[in-house]
Structures are given as C-alpha cells and as structure tokens.
C-alpha cells in the first residue's frame, strides 16, 4: 500500500514533470535556433497568481522527488509498477513452478517446459489449454501467442525424429516456427494444494477435504547406515571418512551407542552419497562385516497429493448431487452408475474424486459417491458392487474448468503488460449425440 506522500509523487509528478519539460524544451529552442527570426517568442510578462501558484507546485513537487523519501518510495514499488511490464520466459516459468511445483507430477509424467524458442522473446500472451489440438495452435497464432500452458502435455513419449506425419509432431514444429513457448503442468496441478481435484471436489459444496495419496515431502537424507566400530577412535576416523565422500554436507550422524564389545553407529545420507559411502565402509573389516543399508520413506506433504475425498457439510440426493456437478461443469450430461442398493432419492454424504482418469487412485475408498473423467465398464462394475456410485464425465471435462480459476492465481502474478488468456476452441473430443 502507498503511504500518502508516495501518492502525492505519482499523482502530481507526471504533469508537473511534463509541463516543466514543455517549458525547457520551449527555451532551448529559442536559445539554439539557427534562425534568430523564427525563434518561438517565450513571454516574459510577469505571471499571473495561478501561473506562480503551478510553477510553485513543480518545484515544490521536483523538491519532494529529489528527497530520500520518495526515491525509496519509487525504488519500493512492485516490479510491475517500476518497468514497461516486459516479462522474460524465465521469470514466467518460475512463477508457474511457485504455483505448482513439478516436484509434485507423477514419477511417470512428462511435465515443465516442453518446447522452447531458440530466439528468447518477451512474453506478452499467455494462452491456457487442456489440451493442444490444431484448434488451439491456430487460436494461439492468431493471438499472437508467446507461451501455451497446456495441462495435457503434448509430447508425452519419446521422440526420435521431428516429422510432418505424426500430429503431435507438426504441432511442436508449427511452435517452433512461430516462436511459441510450450509448459505441460499436468500432474502437478493434480496434486498441488488448491489445484484440479480440489477444485473438482468442490463442486458439491464444502466439506472436510482430505488428500486420497499423500505426495512425499522433500528429504535430504534418503538413506540409513548402520554398522559397528571396535573403538571411540574408529567411529572418528571412519566418519571423518564418510563426510569426505561428499563435502561433509550430504551426512548426518543419527547415533553411537556402546553395544557388546563394540560401538553401534548410524548415519544417514542422500542418495548422492550412497555408493561411495558403502564403498567407503566396505574398506573396513568390522563395519564392512556388519553394514546394514535402510532406505528411508519421505514424509508426506500435509495437503498435496492425488485425489479427495469430502465429507459434506450438507449431504445431497442422489440427484441433488447430479444436477450440481452438470452446472459445476457446464454439461448437459453426465454418465452415471447407481451403487448396489441407491437411488436418485439416495443421500450422498460422502464423495471421493478424481480428475481425469481416476480409477486407480478411487480404487477401494469408501465413499457414496465417485466423481472422475473416465473408468473402464469393469472398473465402474467393481465400484457398484460395493455401493459406490459412480458419476464420469469424460476426461477432460473433469479437468477443463480449472483453467479459469489457474487464470485469475496467474494473473495478479504477472506483469500488467501479459495478457492470460483461456482457450476457446479446446474441447472433450467425445460429446453426446
């Protein structure tokens, strides 16, 4: 927020300032023109109270920008408020990485910047997909388009050649040309906090939210070494040599208890670190001999992961249920399977959802209802047998409608000068005939 003086530097200064440049311009025309006669004629009455009164306000104005105050004030403002709005890929890509970290996407998943100009280029226009389809590549050209945020990512599988037969391919290639800058957040936005599936889960009201499969935190230390040492003196020099494998930085002494005859010693270490700290302690006789390696589980990142389950604040019918998630959605139809025993009239207190494809992280969780894109017929079988019902949508119409809301998170993000946009022609390829 702007403290009073800092208004007063901006909302005064840009007249004032170019009165005074008018001024100044028009006294070095008469000083240096080549043509005496032709000088413009700069009056040299005496002013009048209100002409005094205004150019008391300039000085009083380039005074007050001239002070500490307000060049601290300037130099305070937001980056947007300082320059042209200008905003380089790099800085828009750590923006979508502090929004939904990558870190978050499936081990599976190919997710980040997936295409990337050889010219940089300011980024002006960001256009959002679920998927890009020729549909979509021809409303970004048409936008002029710097970067495509594409949830689905177009290129998925490996590729070994650039060719003009394959359509995924023609679509990197037509990127490329037009200078457009490809990111797939994909699985990220599945998983992060306030992403897709909380979204989706929200479409049947408020409830407790909890997170189906917890995303694992970040660990340092992935590893435990546990061995013995026949002396104080060898724990020393055997852990002097374990923090030399990699700078001291990657190890961490958990323990050293005496034990029998010997000492019992347990340290941990990343990855990084793992083989030639193994290498290490196989040189030695007794902790060669009696090594054991554990593999250590990350902790779970509270709010982040696949699929949610809500238990309602107010449960609905059945068909409460159905009408809602059509309007939540913008469909005029849902596909829908009854549990073993519901009805329309049915009460669903409990809803588990899963954007996209979602059997696999449904599977087994006790609720009423099932929300998702899609599941195979014996996949949506299984669930009414143990009286879940289940409601599909198809794929990306579980996914589509977060664009907007991922629209407004990056907008206040961005600079003034980049507009975001959502697709138009992106649609579910399957619709009801």
């Given at each position: 927020m702007l403290t009073p003086s800092r208004n007063l530097c901006w909302t005064y200064f840009p007249l004032a300032y170019r009165r005074l440049c008018i001024r100044r311009s028009l006294i070095h025309q008469a000083a240096f023109s080549s043509s005496p006669s032709k000088a413009p004629v700069i009056p040299l009455s005496v002013p009048s109270v209100t002409q005094r009164d205004s150019f008391l306000k300039i000085q009083q104005t380039l005074a007050l920008l001239h002070s500490p105050l307000c060049s601290t004030s300037i130099r305070g403002l937001p980056h947007h408020a300082q320059g042209s709005g200008v905003m380089e890929l790099k800085e828009v890509l750590q923006i979508l990485e502090e929004l939904a970290p990558l870190s978050l996407a499936e081990s599976w998943d190919n997710v980040g910047l997936l295409v990337e100009p050889s010219k940089?280029?300011?980024?002006?226009?960001?256009?959002?997909?679920?998927?890009?389809?020729?549909?979509?590549?021809?409303?970004a050209e048409a936008l002029?388009?710097?970067?495509?945020?594409?949830?689905?990512?177009?290129?998925f599988r490996p590729i070994k050649h650039l060719v003009q037969r394959?359509?995924?391919?023609?679509?990197?290639i037509r990127a490329v040309e037009a200078g457009i800058a490809i990111f797939s957040p994909h699985t990220s936005w599945d998983s992060v906090k306030g992403g897709v599936n909380d979204w989706l889960?929200?479409?049947l009201g408020s409830g407790h939210v909890s997170v189906l499969s917890q995303a694992p935190g970040k660990a340092l230390h992935s590893h435990k070494l546990e061995f013995m040492v026949n002396s104080a003196d060898e724990?020393?020099?055997?852990?002097?040599?374990?923090?030399a494998c990699d700078s001291g930085?990657?190890?961490?002494?958990?323990?050293c208890r005496p034990e029998g005859s010997g000492i019992h010693v347990s340290v941990t270490c990343c990855d990084s670190a793992l083989t030639s700290s193994v290498q290490t302690l196989l040189r030695h006789d007794t902790p060669g001999s009696s090594l054991s390696i554990l593999r250590l589980e990350k902790p779970p990142l509270p709010g982040h992961g696949q699929g949610r389950l809500s238990i309602l604040d107010q449960p609905v019918t059945m068909e409460t249920a159905i009408q809602k998630m059509k309007s939540y959605l913008g469909l005029s139809h849902l596909r829908l399977a009854l549990g073993l025993g519901h009805t329309l009239e049915s009460p669903v207190s409990s809803v588990a959802v899963c954007a996209g494809s979602g059997a696999s992280v449904l599977n087994g969780v006790k609720a009423d209802l099932y929300i998702t894109g899609e599941m195979s017929h014996h996949e949506v079988l299984d669930a009414v047998e143990k009286g879940t019902s289940v409601l599909l949508?198809?794929?990306?119409?579980s996914e589509r409608g977060y664009l907007t809301?991922?629209?407004?998170?990056?907008?206040?993000?961005?600079?003034?000068?980049?507009?975001v946009a959502v697709s138009t022609a992106d649609r579910d390829p399957l619709q009801v005939v």
């Open positions: 940089p280029k300011p980024v002006k226009t960001i256009l959002l997909t679920n998927d890009l389809t020729h549909a979509v590549m021809e409303e002029s388009c710097d970067l495509i945020i594409s949830y689905h990512p177009p290129l394959d359509w995924k391919q023609r679509l990197a889960v929200g479409g724990v020393q020099s055997i852990l002097e040599e374990l923090k930085t990657a190890l961490q002494q958990a323990a949508s198809d794929h990306s119409n809301v991922f629209k407004e998170k990056l907008a206040v993000r961005l600079k003034e000068a980049v507009t």
